[in-house]
């Protein structure tokens, strides 16, 4: 009887060993699908690892989904946090409250997608197409939006403290609220008419010394130094 016990545990942990890899399995290719060009077949992987739980259990952190057509996609909540969207298409995504904290968004599309309250700390945006989105609420702080494109955003109590705007065209977008303390900007970066950045605590950054600028970076960009 005592055989066949130890028999029985041995079956079971091999069938548990086997079921475990099975899922593991299935979750390298339900993410791999997600980084998919064609819309679809991306959709289709999303709505699996949303039932499976891999949008919010880290699975997905640091994730390269470079190119992928993630158009309308459901991210509510996700934690994409250091994931790259190099070049990505997250058109009219929904991305409400999702972490994006430190991730690479560079080039990517984010028109008219909705990231309320969404984290994007430290992340990366330069040249990234955000024109009509949602990004009321959400936190800004430290990312790098060099020369994106913000035309007609909703920035309203965003937090951008410390955000990198050179070259960026926040032209028509709503800033009522949005903290702009210590952003830095240049000559190129277009704001909505009549909006003073400087009275909203923004600097030209063409007009810090070498001194000056070493602070701002040691300050928000302590990682870089």
């Given at each position: 009887?005592?055989?066949?016990?130890?028999?029985?545990?041995?079956?079971?942990?091999?069938?548990?060993?086997?079921?475990?890899?099975?899922?593991?399995?299935?979750?390298?290719?339900?993410?791999?699908?997600?980084?998919?060009?064609?819309?679809?077949?991306?959709?289709?992987?999303?709505?699996?690892?949303?039932?499976?739980?891999?949008?919010?259990?880290?699975?997905?952190?640091?994730?390269?989904?470079?190119?992928?057509?993630?158009?309308?996609?459901?991210?509510?909540?996700?934690?994409?946090?250091?994931?790259?969207?190099?070049?990505?298409?997250?058109?009219?995504?929904?991305?409400?409250?999702a972490s994006l904290y430190g991730a690479i968004l560079v080039l990517a599309n984010f028109e008219e997608a909705d990231l309320l309250n969404a984290n994007i700390t430290g992340a990366f945006?330069?040249?990234?197409?955000?024109?009509?989105?949602?990004?009321?609420?959400?936190?800004?702080?430290?990312?790098?939006?060099?020369?994106?494109?913000?035309?007609?955003?909703?920035?309203?109590k965003a937090n951008l403290e410390g955000a990198d705007l050179a070259g960026a065209n926040i032209t028509g977008a709503n800033l009522g609220g949005a903290n702009l303390k210590g952003v830095?900007?240049?000559?190129?970066?277009?704001?909505?008419?009549?909006?003073?950045?400087?009275?909203?605590?923004?600097?030209?950054?063409?007009?810090?010394?070498?001194?000056?600028?070493?602070?701002?970076?040691?300050?928000?960009?302590?990682?870089?130094?």
């Amino acid at each position: 009887l005592e055989g066949q016990n130890e028999y029985s545990s041995a079956t079971l942990i091999l069938a548990r060993q086997a079921l475990e890899k099975k899922e593991m399995e299935l979750k390298e290719n339900v993410i791999a699908q997600m980084a998919s060009r064609n819309n679809s077949f991306a959709l289709e992987a999303v709505g699996i690892a949303t039932d499976k739980g891999w949008l919010y259990d880290g699975s997905l952190e640091g994730v390269k989904f470079r190119n992928a057509n993630l158009m309308r996609a459901d991210f509510q909540s996700a934690n994409f946090a250091g994931a790259d969207f190099l070049s990505a298409k997250l058109t009219g995504a929904n991305l409400r409250g999702a972490s994006l904290y430190g991730a690479i968004l560079v080039l990517a599309n984010f028109e008219e997608a909705d990231l309320l309250n969404a984290n994007i700390t430290g992340a990366f945006l330069l040249r990234a197409k955000v024109a009509g989105a949602n990004l009321a609420e959400a936190n800004l702080t430290g990312a790098n939006l060099q020369q994106a494109d913000f035309a007609g955003t909703i920035l309203w109590k965003a937090n951008l403290e410390g955000a990198d705007l050179a070259g960026a065209n926040i032209t028509g977008a709503n800033l009522g609220g949005a903290n702009l303390k210590g952003v830095v900007y240049d000559d190129k970066t277009r704001w909505p008419d009549g909006f003073d950045p400087k009275s909203a605590g923004a600097i030209n950054m063409g007009e810090l010394s070498e001194e000056e600028m070493d602070v701002w970076q040691k300050k928000y960009r302590p990682a870089q130094q």
